[in-house]
């Protein structure tokens, strides 16, 4: 008999041991129960989301009043501490660490990369993402598959997706996080604030609405020098709390396959690092 309900299991372990392969397996009371915890929904305020673990057991609540992909994906992020911070305190997690929680290393991140790798495992979501642009059309698309939220789906189309792109997430006065592609990551950096001819400027100043994917200047986007010479793709839409959410896609690698040769002709990346790791 298999030994269930190990602390410690990564989403990737307990996909296999449940032998699945198909989104709509993806049944997230099903994976709980197997990591031996229940899931009950029940109204909350002021919360998403709590667990409450006792010895190999544990009750994970989740505000019936929110929409299925909030419910799936606070149900995976309780999952999470269930499975890495067990024996710590108990948690009891809001929206907003769910929204805001992708860059920094801590509990709540991790939670949230647990409810991604396991809803939206890579095995499953590299495929169906093979080829397709980097736009929200794409990630409206893929979250319905994965019935996620779009703001998740689209971190996973950016990191496992088929191009080099980046999602930014601006705030009305700064930018709040943003997640790189692992070709991007380290090589290619975001400006603080988005230039004037983005549709994300526009919509963070109020003056218009998403306008779907344009070809803008990469400047308008990217601090490297000489990024004015190269074009790149940006999506943005209206987001939570007054934010404005981008997709920049590099449909043309040009900037990057320039980097690339820069790179290798002084060798900066490697020295760079070395700088980075001293
Ligand atoms: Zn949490």
Redesign the pocket.
């Known amino acids: 008999m298999v030994e269930m309900n190990r602390p410690g299991m990564t989403p990737f372990e307990i996909l296999a041991d449940l032998g699945i392969h198909d989104p709509e397996d993806l049944d997230i009371e099903a994976i709980a129960y197997y990591c031996g915890a229940t899931i009950v929904y029940k109204s909350l305020f002021g919360c998403e ?1 709590r667990i409450m673990g006792v010895g190999d057991e544990a009750i994970i609540t989740v505000n019936a009043r929110s929409a299925l992909e909030r419910r799936r994906f606070s149900a995976g ?2 999952l ?2 269930w499975m890495r911070d067990r024996g710590t305190a108990a ?3 809001s929206e907003k ?2 929204d805001d ?1 992708w860059s920094q290393e801590n ?2 991140q991790r ?2 990369r647990f409810a991604s790798d396991l809803l939206m495992p890579p095995k499953i979501f590299r495929p169906l993402a093979k080829n397709l642009p980097i736009t929200f059309a794409t990630v409206q698309q893929l979250a319905a598959v994965f019935k996620m939220s779009l703001s998740a789906t689209a971190i996973r189309l950016v990191e496992y997706g088929s191009y080099p792109a980046m999602l930014v997430c601006n705030g009305p006065e700064a930018r709040m996080w943003y997640v790189p592609s692992s070709n991007v990551k380290g090589r290619l950096w975001p400006v603080d604030r988005p230039g004037q001819w983005t549709h994300a400027s526009g919509i963070l100043s109020g003056r218009s609405r998403a306008n779907g994917p344009h070809d803008v200047r990469a400047d308008e986007w990217i601090k490297n020098c000489r990024a004015d010479q190269y074009w790149i793709k940006e999506d943005s839409i209206p987001w939570s709390g007054g934010t404005a959410l981008t997709l920049i896609w590099w449909d043309d690698e040009r900037q990057l396959i320039d980097l690339d040769n820069f790179e290798e002709e002084t060798g900066s990346w490697r020295s760079d690092r070395r700088r980075d790791w001293d």
Do not use: D, R
Request: hydrophobic share 35%.
């Open positions: 989301a992020h309780e999470g501490h948690f009891q997690c660490m769910f929680e509990p709540e939670a949230n």
